[in-house]
């Protein structure tokens, strides 16, 4: 049971270069979740995604896009990238959204942009 | 979303119980109380949560205060793998998908 797997591990952009973030998760949960983990602060959230073919915004949506085409990925793309987007990017998936329901982290995208 | 305090950092013996604190003090009474740790270079890991009882499970002890304004993750002896950044996180009861993390408590575990 591979839980939450993010894709790729490393990734190295020029300014202004385009790419997208894979998120599979195999547990059929509803809900998907990115986040960004800057050095020494908390994760904040990026976007979200209620079900299949549904997405929503987070806490800091900008220069980020996102599409859930099938329940088990999310992808996350950056259309022209930014030096302040060089972050840990990490999707985390839940059964339901309510309180009960815990998330399953992925392990991380270490994303830098020069 | 109401918001959750924690100390920025904190020491334990290696084999001796840690209590881990959190104060939330504008808790609302759908609020579960969820903990996440984060090992190093890793993505955080779920811990244990709960609504109103103490609960336990195989990793902590969750003891949550009879006002829910604040609540204490217990592990019972701590190892050198438990060193890790502590998250201490409120989610309502329904209509929230979200989880708001603060900074956390770094944990520190001396051999």
């Known amino acids: 049971n591979a839980g939450v797997t993010q894709t790729p591990k490393f990734r190295v952009l020029k300014t202004g270069q385009s790419m997208t973030l894979l998120c599979a998760q195999d547990m059929n949960h509803e809900y998907m979740y990115w986040y960004r983990q800057d050095p020494g602060m908390g994760l904040r959230l990026i976007h979200y995604s209620v079900g299949e073919g549904t997405t929503a915004k987070g806490e800091v949506p900008d220069g980020y896009n996102v599409s859930r085409l099938k329940k088990q990925n999310f992808l996350l793309g950056l259309e022209s990238a930014a030096p302040s987007q060089t972050s840990v990017y990490f999707c985390a998936s839940s059964f339901m959204g309510a309180g009960v329901y815990g998330y399953t982290f992925g392990s991380g995208t270490r994303l830098t942009v020069v | ?111």
């Open chain 2, 1 to 111: 979303d109401a918001k959750t305090t924690q100390p920025n950092s904190m020491e334990s013996n290696e084999e001796e119980p840690v209590h881990l604190p959190c104060n939330h003090s504008t808790i609302s009474g759908t609020d579960y109380i969820h903990w996440y740790r984060q090992l190093p270079s890793q993505g955080p890991e779920y811990v244990i949560h709960g609504l109103t009882s103490n609960v336990n499970n195989r990793m902590a002890s969750l003891a949550i205060a009879e006002d829910r304004k604040s609540s204490t993750l217990i592990l019972h002896r701590a190892t050198l793998r438990d060193a890790a950044v502590y998250y201490c996180i409120l989610r309502a009861v329904s209509g929230t998908y979200k989880y708001i993390f603060g900074t956390g408590t770094r944990l520190k575990v001396l051999a």
